[in-house]
């Protein structure tokens, strides 16, 4: 079976996978990182959302041979590192706006939002309502109002 490397939170990881398999599933059953849910299967929930080299992706519908030695895959585990803290200031919003409640979809939200915010600032200006709009991850509780009040709350700690 083929050897796939990259950075994973951090840290170099070497894992046995077929080309074909997607990442979600070197990442969920190979490496035991269950941050990244599994909804759909073809990048359209955006349960598993995570980062890539600091931009979000779906790694559900990511082949893992597509990944190469030096890309840096992100998870939700992974996302306080980013920031040295406990918690990274946007899972802290989460917890203030009390967002979560199945809370299945809330690692691929909270990755999303980083990733849309962290967009926003490169292109030197803050996040709009428009930014907002284009996060099309799913929530099947409905929460969207308070997920959007996170995300601004949160991105003013970023």
């Not at 083929?2 to 996978?17: C, D, I, S, W």
């Not at 802290?92 to 299945?104: N, R």
């Not at 962290?118 to 030197?124: D, M, V």
């Not at 709009?128 to 109002?145: K, V």
Request: glycine content about 8%; overall charge negative; aromatic content about 4%.
């Amino acid at each position: 079976m083929p050897q796939h490397t990259f950075k994973l939170n951090g840290e170099q990881v070497t894992v046995e996978a077929e080309d074909t398999e997607r990442l979600l599933w070197v990442l969920r059953d190979r490496l035991g990182v269950k941050g990244p849910k599994y909804g759909c299967g073809l990048d359209v929930c955006k349960a598993c959302t995570s980062h890539i080299n600091g931009k979000a992706f779906n790694p559900c519908s990511v082949p893992v041979s597509k990944i190469a030695p030096t890309d840096e895959v992100t998870t939700i585990e992974g996302l306080p590192a980013t920031v040295g803290k406990d918690l990274h200031p946007m899972q802290e919003a989460w917890l203030e706006q009390d967002v979560a409640q199945c809370g299945y979809c809330q690692p691929g939200q909270i990755m999303a939002a980083v990733a849309k915010v962290r967009q926003a600032r490169a292109s030197g200006r803050d996040l709009t309502d428009a930014d907002l709009d284009e996060i099309r991850n799913i929530c099947r509780c409905g929460t969207y109002a308070r997920i959007r009040e996170a995300i601004v709350e949160g991105s003013k700690n970023m």
